[in-house]
């Protein structure tokens, strides 16, 4: 056996997870970055998002491996959307803020009619005129999504300083109603 000076380093089970440790960081910041996060606080894109809903779909009811399934408890889908790049809105007190989501039916042929915002069971705003988002229709494989987003202001008087949830209720054409997400609400003075 020829020795080139390369030290063997025989490792015993209780020294392993030092070692598999930083290999699995790496792994992580890794992974981040292939779905297009340049680090843990910047957003994903939106390719990435649903490359992201691609990827892990369980049990696809589509044929095609680019589409996911959609959850077929739920009548209604959708998301309230981020805004720069935070999962909570950030308002003052008696103003009105805007905010955009996507939403769609569950059901296929039904298309999403209407989209109730409240906040803590209070109506706030409908929205009866949706917009194009070709990545819900591509990400799912459904072309009736693709009239899913929506926009709308939020006016919010009468609340006061506090943390509130902000829902957004889908009624579909065909009469079916469910709620996407919460999202959650800081108002300030």
Request: charged content about 15%.
């Amino acid at each position: 056996m020829i020795n080139y000076g390369v030290r063997v380093i025989q490792l015993i089970p209780s020294q392993w997870w030092s070692v598999l440790t930083p290999l699995v960081a790496f792994a992580g910041l890794f992974a981040g970055i292939e779905f297009g996060r340049p680090s843990w606080l910047a957003p994903p894109s939106a390719s990435a998002a649903s490359a992201v809903l691609r990827a892990f779909a369980a049990k696809p009811r589509m044929a095609s491996p680019r589409t996911v399934a959609v959850p077929v408890p739920d009548p209604v889908i959708g998301f309230v959307d981020m805004r720069d790049g935070k999962p909570i809105i950030f308002a003052k007190k008696g103003s009105v803020v805007d905010v955009s989501g996507w939403t769609a039916c569950a059901v296929p042929g039904s298309t999403i009619s209407s989209v109730i915002l409240s906040t803590d069971g209070t109506r706030r705003a409908e929205v009866k005129e949706f917009l194009p988002r070709p990545d819900v229709a591509e990400a799912f494989g459904r072309p009736e999504f693709q009239l899913s987003g929506w926009r709308a202001r939020v006016p919010l008087a009468g609340l006061n300083v506090g943390e509130y949830a902000l829902t957004a209720q889908g009624v579909c054409s065909n009469g079916e109603k469910g709620v996407v997400p919460a999202f959650r609400m800081s108002i300030f003075e």
